[in-house]
């Protein structure tokens, strides 16, 4: 029997993934087959942290002519209500899940202590990193690679709506060029959107490797956990 590659690993999930075909808000079919897929990883015996992003809701630079720091603020409450509909599909499948926020809101979630974060880990129970780092200014790819060095997460899996990184947009490019394999100063100088150049640089310095895949594909993660090839593999030069 194969042995998956990670012990433990931080999924980052865009909010445009939650609301599947719709574009805007929550599916529930869709959420509900991100849950099969993450308690199929769990089972075996994967420790698993989530970091939802908000983008089907609100992003900090949809709010044009508003003050910055509020805009990012009602970003980051999006991402809580993302965090909470993942909570409850996972906890559907029997799945015993902790909403972790960085801004604090005792009635329906744990503030974010990492030190707790890593106990639940290690009994198994999933934990959804929400509002961001609690700061304007950073995105939630930040925030996956702050958590990620914090509970030293084995690698980022990063779910995507296309299957790799290409050169180009593949959806308005038949020419894109898909790439198998990148290295951080890769995705730099090329500027390609993987994550932001924050993200990107702090995972460089913690050498935190990153899997960009699609979750489109039924078992998906599954298979980037016994290291079967598919998306892009981000990683050191070393």
Not at 136 to 148: E, G, I, M, N, V
Request: hydrophobic share 40%.
């Amino acid at each position: 029997m194969n042995t998956p590659l990670y012990k433990r690993v931080l999924l980052k999930l865009s909010g445009e993934a939650l609301a599947g075909k719709k574009g805007f808000g929550l599916d529930t079919e869709t959420i509900n087959k991100i849950a099969q897929q993450i308690k199929s990883v769990t089972e075996e015996g994967v420790q698993v942290a989530i970091v939802v992003g908000g983008g089907n809701f609100w992003r900090g630079r949809s709010g044009e002519g508003m003050d910055r720091t509020t805009a990012d603020y009602m970003g980051m409450m999006a991402t809580v209500i993302n965090g909470l509909a993942l909570q409850d599909a996972l906890e559907n499948t029997d799945i015993v899940t902790r909403v972790q926020t960085a801004i604090e809101m005792r009635q329906i979630a744990e503030p974010y202590i990492r030190r707790r974060a890593v106990r639940h880990l290690e009994k198994n129970r999933v934990v959804i990193f929400a509002a961001g780092t609690g700061n304007p200014y950073f995105s939630t790819d930040t925030t996956a690679a702050l958590r990620a060095a914090e509970i030293e997460a084995d690698i980022i899996l990063l779910a995507k709506k296309v299957d790799a990184v290409y050169d180009k947009d593949p959806h308005v490019n038949n020419d894109a060029i898909k790439f198998e394999e990148l290295t951080y100063l890769d995705v730099l100088k090329l500027e390609l959107k993987v994550m932001d150049s924050t993200a990107t640089s702090l995972c460089m310095d913690n050498k935190i490797p990153i899997k960009v895949f699609s979750l489109d594909e039924p078992e998906n993660i599954l298979k980037v956990i016994y290291g079967e090839k598919i998306g892009t593999y981000i990683h050191s030069d070393t």
